[in-house]
């Protein structure tokens, strides 16, 4: 059965990308099944850093097809951009390693200025989005307004379709006391765009379908985002308008579950969250108690490195926290994963003492399970138990026995409390900075 599937197991920014990249190179297609330019995976090869936020990380391999699923939002034009900045840097983006789903649903400008429409009017309510147009362009999807990169095929019929898409939003913009957007002036790039993707519009279902059927292709789906920002299993309504968890896979790409043999789930060490909504774990890295605030600004670092705890695509910083082994658990439950690959394993060393969260207490009782209401998670108190650290720099090592013993207990004592083992741990922020398990 040759489909892996990776998604995040936490509130994504977990390293997706770095376990991707590991697989990728033994993959003949990867694929993205859900989200949009959303999504930020860095890549460090060598001295070049590789910002995606659309395309899969296949691309910095020779051999993978690239898909991006029919269950993607995908901005045009970004992802000219995108496909322009990996050419300059010498990559091969042509039709023949990159597929866009013609059934894939495209965000607009009418997407993007709605989007901070609704969160401006949120106020201290707002989700914190990233401002990409994701939520209104998946709300156009199911109200079935949207317009799919399929449409792109014909220009005539594609600007007609921008318009109409553009008179409807003004409508809602103006409501909202919102300034209204000019469709002359900003349907032309989306116009450009679609002559120069339209090589690339593919029905990516039934190339998958094709290939698994015709050469046992090995296919990786790269999620984005994570299964705590997922619209039915995450803190609703802080979450994004997709299912970055398992099950989005077969639905954003259309293959079949009997395919599935590999479900993967990426975990940080630690906890971070971007925008708003409940973080049990969260430490508060501005008037904690000093040694709180301390381990928060470890966590997080100050921003000088890539590595460090800012955003991707909007450098936001992180909210971060302790390791918080129930939403973990309850990730494990809702993704069936096989295996977790630890990220970032090194940024804990040098504190003095660890924590991991194995349960919460709400209302007088005790829960190995989170709450399904996001005002119950915020609610809840985590119980900690306190692990021995290391002071031992491991981002050197590549061996598991040669990790200091508190790091290997630490790593145990998350396998058990998820009931799911850690194959790969990664220690650093560049390609070979893994530790991959036998
Ligand atoms: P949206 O996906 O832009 O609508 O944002 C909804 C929520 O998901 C916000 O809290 C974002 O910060 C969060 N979010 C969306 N994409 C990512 C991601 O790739 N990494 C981490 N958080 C994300």
Known sequence: MPITIITGAQWGDEGKG????????????????????????TLYVGDDVFKLHLIPSGILHDRAVNVLGNGMVINPVNLLKEMDTLAALGL????????VSTRAHLITPAHIALD??????????????????????????AGRNGI??????????????????????NQTLS????????ADE?????????????PYLTDTARYINRRLREDRAQILCEGAQGTLLDVDHGSYPFVTSSNPSTGGALIGLGFGPTHVNRVIGVAKAFSTRVGGGPMPTELDIEDGDPAET????????????????????TGRPRRVGWLDAVMLRYSCDVNGYTDLALTKLDILS????????????????????????????????PVYETLTGWSEDVSAIRRYHKLPEEARYYIRRVEELCGVSAIMVSVGPERDQLIVRD
């Open 18 to 41: 770095r376990a991707v990249d590991w697989l990728a190179a033994s993959a003949d297609v990867v694929a993205r099944f859900g989200g949009g330019d959303n999504a930020g995976h």
């Open 92 to 99: 091969d983006v042509s039709p023949e390693r990159l597929k």
């Open 116 to 141: 901070a429409a609704k969160e401006q009017k949120l106020g201290e309510n707002a989700i914190g989005t990233t401002l990409r147009g994701i939520g209104p362009a998946y709300l156009d999807k």
């Open 148 to 169: 799919r990169a399929g449409e792109m095929r014909d220009l005539e019929v594609f600007g007609d379709k921008l318009h109409a898409a553009i008179r409807a939003a």
């Open 175 to 182: 409501a909202m006391g919102q300034p209204l957007l000019n």
């Open 186 to 198: 900003v349907t032309p790039p989306l116009l450009q765009a679609a002559e120069r993707l339209r």
């Open 294 to 313: 301390a381990v928060a600004r470890h966590l997080r670092g100050t921003g000088a490195n890539f590595w460090d705890e800012f955003g991707t695509t």
């Open 350 to 381: 040098g504190l003095d003492e660890l924590k991991i969260a194995y349960a919460y207490e709400l209302d007088g009782e005790r829960l190995d399970y989170p709450p399904a209401n996001a005002d119950d998670i915020a609610r809840a108190r």
